[in-house]
């Protein structure tokens, strides 16, 4: 399912979904509104979809919270006044008996941006232009923000690395 898809379901308002993303459950933009005001305070990520063309505000916590009953489904299902919740393949669908639960998505996350900013953390790309040299690989590793940057953009930048120095290689003729 694309980024695009799922910021749909977010969009639907009798529905509340969780999907799993490796060792992570995530919910987007008003599912993502939802779950910090009904369920559990957590950090929102706020990054710009090229695919979607537009802003997606996200957050995610680990599966191992709903298998070791920390977050139980339940729990959530009866928090955000859901009826019932379905497991569908990986995902969790919640559905929910009041519509309302989802409104003012817009308020809510330009004032996310503008009054808690310590509770939106940007996931920038990393920023760097071609790789001509092993100076420039050592000062982009340097300067890349390990402590802020999830899993999923670590690994997105090793692999960024990886294509870099495959092609400086096959420039300079060592492959």
């Known amino acids: 399912m694309t980024i695009k898809e799922k910021i749909q379901y977010s969009e639907d308002k009798t529905v509340f979904t969780l999907f799993k993303e490796g060792l992570f459950y ?18 929102v990520s706020s990054k710009y979809v090229k695919s979607a063309s537009a802003e997606v505000l996200s957050l995610g916590f680990p599966v191992s919270e ?9 729990f959530i299902s009866e928090r955000m006044g859901a009826s019932r919740f379905e497991v569908s393949g990986n995902d969790v669908v919640f559905i929910l008996d009041e519509t309302a639960v989802k409104s003012n998505y817009k308020v809510w996350a330009e004032t996310l941006k503008k009054e808690k900013p310590c509770n939106l953390v940007n996931e920038p790309e990393p920023s760097y232009t071609s790789i001509d040299n092993l100076e420039s690989i050592v000062t982009i590793i340097k300067n890349f923000d390990l402590a802020n940057s999830t899993p999923m953009q670590s690994l997105g930048f090793i692999q960024q690395l990886k ?5 400086l290689e096959r420039k300079n003729g060592n492959i």
């Not at 709903?66 to 339940?74: A, D, F, P, R």
């Not at 294509?163 to 092609?167: D, K, L, M, N, R």
């Open 163 to 167: 294509e870099e120095v495959q092609q």
């Open 66 to 74: 709903v298998e070791k009953g920390k977050l139980t489904l339940e």
């Open 26 to 43: 995530k919910c987007y933009n008003a599912d993502a509104m939802v779950f910090v005001q009904k369920i559990k305070e957590y950090k």
